[in-house]
């Protein structure tokens, strides 16, 4: 009965179908039309693959950058649809040569530009092939693009592939940028990607308000670049969307225009847009710990390893003091849709937080067997219902940073206090479909 009752609620927060025009006006390129088949894909288009922003970009808009000295905030997730770098594309391709697109400034993002760096500090680097300078916009935390370095830029532009979680840190670059550029007069584009694990439902508690901090990062303000605004922890927009719903929530005077994709539907996982995949980060390999990363994400901020370290970095979890075991059962037990839970051992190597480095430790594997059936945000939570059950003198966690990516102090303070994590769950639902309702105005696609 809690399977079927947990998958009826899921229905509950499943995107409904909605047609939005662009940022700048006008109708996105995939909006539905009257020869759609039953499953909102144009028959004609069934069988055509997805074109990021960047292709739509140089296909039919680059008019919009056309003589213009542009700044680029991307890394190695700025491709095409052949895997061409977008850095490439906005230097060299002829269709911008010929509009005198001028490629002056570089910007990029936490794991630097080839997403391989897993520290902080980052330096500036040298792009090997333009030559021009790499600018970092990421220190001990996530900054926005410096005043300093937007004297001679005409328009700025964004291509950056987020992973679907209200955590990741490429969001707030956006939103940094898009502030810099209502700031300076500077136009915003935003080249759209696909939310890797679908646009077709949104789950999770809502980051607490109290939380969130939309900021620009200076000296005296301790905004993180990753707990920006009041959403689910699966949020089911794309970059393009929530660009849209930040112009309009925190009322930027930022002139936005989102170049959307063609050809995406919100159902879509990533690995059917025929995309290739490029690790958004060093810790990201598959879609698979993607879906995951909302679940364990949180335990960052705590004494357990969330598998960096290993080949599957968010499909697993572990501590030297872990009974895997008996954790296991608790988890099984709940009978959660769409997974299943296996005690194991791994050795984390050279891990990026450090936890248990080059030690064998108990874990337990998160194996997925109906994806679209996981909700991620339930699995984290009946994580450390468990943890705290078995557990409650080893599980040390930071409550500041446990709580801004799990969103809520409260949720927390439940489970940790035994509450059912179904339950508690339950009762994030009503929240979660008033917010994707209100989100429905800034979709681009259906």
Known sequence: MKAIKTLVLLSLVCV??????????????????PDDGEDGMPIGNRNRKVRPGISVLLDDSIKLIAGKRVAFVTNQTGVDEKGRRSIDLLATDPRAVRAGVKLVRLFAPEHGATGTADRPNLSD????????TIHSLYQSRTIAPPDSLLTDVDVLVVDLQDIGTRTWTYVGVMLYAMQAGAKRGIPVLVLDRPNPITGARAE?????????NAD????????????????????GLTMGEMARLFQAQFKLGTRLTV????????GMWFDETS???VRPSPNMPNIT???????????????VSVGRGTDEPFQRFGAAWLRADSVTRMLEDLSLTGVKFKAERFTPNKPGDGKFAGQSIPGVRIEVTDRERVQPARVGAAILWALSRVHKDSLK???SGFDQRLGSTRVREALLGGADPDAVMDRQLPAVIAFEKDARRFYLYR
């Open 275 to 277: 995309l290739p995949w």
């Open 289 to 303: 710990s993607a879906l995951l990363y909302p679940a364990l994400v949180p335990f960052e901020s705590s004494n």
């Open 259 to 266: 170049v959307p994709m063609r050809n995406w539907r919100r």
């Open 397 to 399: 966690i930071s409550p």
């Open 16 to 33: 409904g179908t909605l047609v939005a025009g662009c940022a700048s006006g006008g109708r996105p390129d995939n909006a539905p039309m």
């Open 125 to 132: 680097e040298k792009d090997p092939k333009t030559g021009l």
């Open 216 to 235: 620009v990062p200076t000296s005296g303000n301790s905004t993180n670049g990753f707990a920006l605004y009041p959403m689910p922890l699966r949020h």
């Open 204 to 212: 999770g508690a809502l980051l607490d308000s109290a939380l969130a």
